[in-house]
């Protein structure tokens, strides 16, 4: 059987996981379009419902991808600083 290679650091589960964020984005800004459309359709409104299901769903997208980023890169401890020597003439 052939082996399979892996990259250091990423498991399967951390793909699944990655896509299944890009999918919580694509599905909220889809969602906001879709009910955006429907109310349009049925208030007879023209298009503003569904500019503003389509902002409604960018940002709701745009919020889950944020957590998700926090949650995956942990806060890092404060980094040691070199002091600037002044006389180095930069």
Sequence with gaps: MAEQTK?????????????SE????SSSLLSGILVGLV???WLGTGHWLLIAGLAAGFY?????????????????????TEECDDDAGF
Excluded: C, H
Excluded at 12 to 17: A, C
């Design 22 to 25: 890009a999918s919580s984005f």
């Design 7 to 19: 990259t250091p650091g990423m498991s399967e589960n951390g793909v699944f996981r990655d896509w």
């Design 60 to 80: 709701s997208g745009t919020l889950r991808l944020y957590q998700f980023s926090k949650k995956a890169v942990p806060p890092q401890s404060k980094i040691p």
């Design 39 to 41: 109310l349009d359709r």
